[in-house]
């Protein structure tokens, strides 16, 4: 990645975002930039399709304070399924993916973390994961997700909010209408096949505590 902060043409984009009330999409910038960017944006920041640096130090995944901040801000976080993010190699699985939602999560992201998968722009997917017709296997992975309204959350409502809500202008309104096609169309697969599977061998779910929400096994344990 790039090293500095924004330049004079990038300060004046991301003056000119808030001014029209557009996405702000920190994905791709560097850490200065990051910090320079959300700290002058007036509106939600947007990781679309981001990991976490934590689990996997890489310079293009989110650290922890800028996870926290866009929790602070109410933005949006979508966990992006490229192996070297998740696992910095080529090969990884669905359960890293939900390593990193779970790591938002505890942060206390209820309400930021998304799927950000970056299909169209990857060469390396989780294994069973190659393409949006297999997205039907991330709820399937949760299948014994007991809060609905979590699963409906992550399954497209978060990020059909963030994409979609009047904070960002109308000017996007012909690409958010495609968007809100592509998040129905994963949120009817996902939801389906949350209540339609018949097993939750390998699958891990979450519940609410004093302290966020937490793993919990429902099949003999191999990775939490």
Not at 62 to 87: A, M, P, V
Not at 104 to 114: K, M
């Amino acid at each position: 990645m790039a090293e500095g902060g924004l330049k004079t043409e990038g300060i004046k984009a991301v003056d000119e975002l808030s001014r029209l009330n557009m996405a702000l999409d920190i994905s791709h910038i560097n850490e200065q930039g990051f910090w320079e960017a959300v700290e002058r944006y007036r509106h939600r920041p947007c990781a679309s399709h981001s990991c976490v640096y934590d689990l996997c130090p890489v310079p293009r995944n989110l650290k922890r304070d800028q996870i926290d901040y866009i929790i602070s801000r109410n933005g949006f976080i979508g966990i992006n399924f490229y192996t070297e993010f998740l696992r910095g190699q080529r090969t990884a699985y669905i359960d890293d993916i939900l390593d990193h939602i779970e790591y938002v999560l505890e942060r206390g992201g209820e309400d930021v973390a998304g799927f950000g998968s970056d299909f169209c722009g990857i060469q390396y997917t989780p294994e069973r994961l190659n393409s949006a017709a297999c997205f039907q296997r991330l709820p399937e992975a949760m299948a014994a997700a007991i809060d609905p309204a979590w699963a409906e959350k992550l399954a497209g409502d978060l990020a059909k909010r963030s994409y979609s809500e009047p904070h960002w202008s109308k000017k996007r309104a012909a690409v958010t209408a495609m968007e809100k096609v592509t998040f129905r169309a994963r949120a009817r697969d996902c939801y389906g096949a949350i209540w339609a599977s018949p097993s939750s061998r390998n699958a891990r779910s979450w519940t609410s505590s004093a302290s966020g929400y937490r793993p919990r096994c429902c099949s003999p344990c191999h990775r939490c």
